[in-house]
């Protein structure tokens, strides 16, 4: 009997999908310090739960999904339905893994503590990301960040478990449900993105080992705001436009993040005399997006600091962002320092 060796040839006539992630997740689980699966696990549940949310998302117009959901958040701003109903899948989907001891979620005003004494693992989530793009069919996403607890495991959750730094996050990511769905995440070796096909229902490797460009020639900030920016950084708008940078915001932050890491670019969202602290929230969109960026090349900053090594004081704090090639933010950041001297 004649046995033939496999030999894996690229015809045209079947294209070789790339890995899928479940695969990838286990080969990579042995670049974790804690590798017990457990990581492993947890990534694998969300990733679950974003199939669910981006069946929901693609049909928002159809099945009475859109639209407001008729409460307001912690934030003060109006849910929208989708909000709530990620905020659940998402929630489910943790507690069901076993995995996680505790969640912070931009829709819910407290901790949620799932009541798992061997969950070793903390996440903060923003569920919904750009929800005043969902009823006008523009791509939104959702965002996560993964610490683990620091406090003795089966024991009552605290504080210190919470307001942990971002450069201590053991993993982050986002998912962008825009033209195609994807899933983009670090866990501090390096970032990889995976395209979502629908017909299998399975995500595959796409965009192995993302480096951000070191520079970039677009801008994305909310001008609407422009004449409450400080001076230091009108200067520097005023320099992008001399360059005639282009000007490019979706209102997704996850959207206009994901664009500048793969094009180049810079997004900022300021502090302004209203919002001292600008819009964005620390614990579960800055932390997640600067880990991501700063794993591919890329730099965020508050306007003056590291966004990672900010320390937590509360669960929805806001902070200032300039986040994308490290060229931009740098130069972004020497305008506002010029002005402050
Ligand atoms: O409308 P603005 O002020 O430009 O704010 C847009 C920003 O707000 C956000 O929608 C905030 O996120 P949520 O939608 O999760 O609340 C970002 O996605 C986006 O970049
Ligand atoms: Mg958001
Ligand atoms: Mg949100």
Do not use: W
Not at 32 to 45: C, K, M, V, W
Not at 204 to 218: E, I, R, T, W, Y
Not at 266 to 274: A, D, E, L, T
């Amino acid at each position: 009997m004649k046995i033939k060796p496999y030999i894996h040839n690229e015809s045209s006539l079947a294209y070789s999908v790339g890995e899928t992630l479940d695969r990838f997740i286990k080969k990579k689980q042995d670049d974790f310090t804690y590798a017990s699966g457990e990581l492993s696990q947890l990534l694998r549940d969300i990733a679950l739960a974003t199939k669910i949310v981006n069946r929901e998302t693609n049909r928002a117009g159809l099945a009475n999904i859109g639209g407001a959901f008729g409460q307001t958040n912690v934030q003060g701003e109006e849910q929208q339905k989708l909000d709530v109903i990620a905020n659940i899948r998402f929630t489910r989907a943790l507690t069901k893994g076993g995995e996680v001891c505790a969640v912070v979620s931009e829709e819910d005003d407290e901790v949620i503590d799932l009541q798992n004494s061997s969950g070793k693992y903390v996440v903060a989530i923003d569920p919904l990301d750009g929800s005043s793009n969902i009823d006008v069919n523009i791509s939104i996403g959702t965002i996560f960040s993964i610490y683990r607890r620091v406090t003795p495991i089966g024991s009552p959750i605290q504080l210190e478990d919470i307001m942990q730094p971002g450069n201590k996050q053991v993993a982050a990511g986002y998912v962008l449900y825009g033209s195609s769905t994807m899933l983009v995440y670090t866990t501090g070796c390096g970032v990889n993105g995976f395209t979502y096909e629908q017909s299998l229902g399975e995500f595959f490797l796409s965009h192995p080992d993302m480096k951000a460009p070191n520079d970039g020639k677009v801008f994305s900030i909310n001008e609407g705001g422009y004449n409450q920016f400080d001076q230091g950084l009108k200067n520097y708008l005023k320099v992008c436009k001399e360059r005639e940078y282009s000007a490019r915001y979706i209102g997704s932050l996850v959207a206009d993040f994901h664009r500048n890491l793969l094009k180049g670019g810079i997004y900022i969202y300021p502090s302004n005399p209203k919002n001292p602290n600008g819009k964005l929230r620390l614990l579960y969109e800055a932390n997640a997006l600067a880990f991501i960026a700063e794993q591919a090349g890329a730099s965020a900053t508050d306007g003056e600091n590291r966004i990672l090594d900010i320390q937590p004081t509360s669960l929805h704090q806001r902070t200032p962002l300039f986040i994308g090639s490290s060229v931009m933010v740098k130069e972004a950041m020497s305008y506002l320092a010029k002005e402050k001297v």
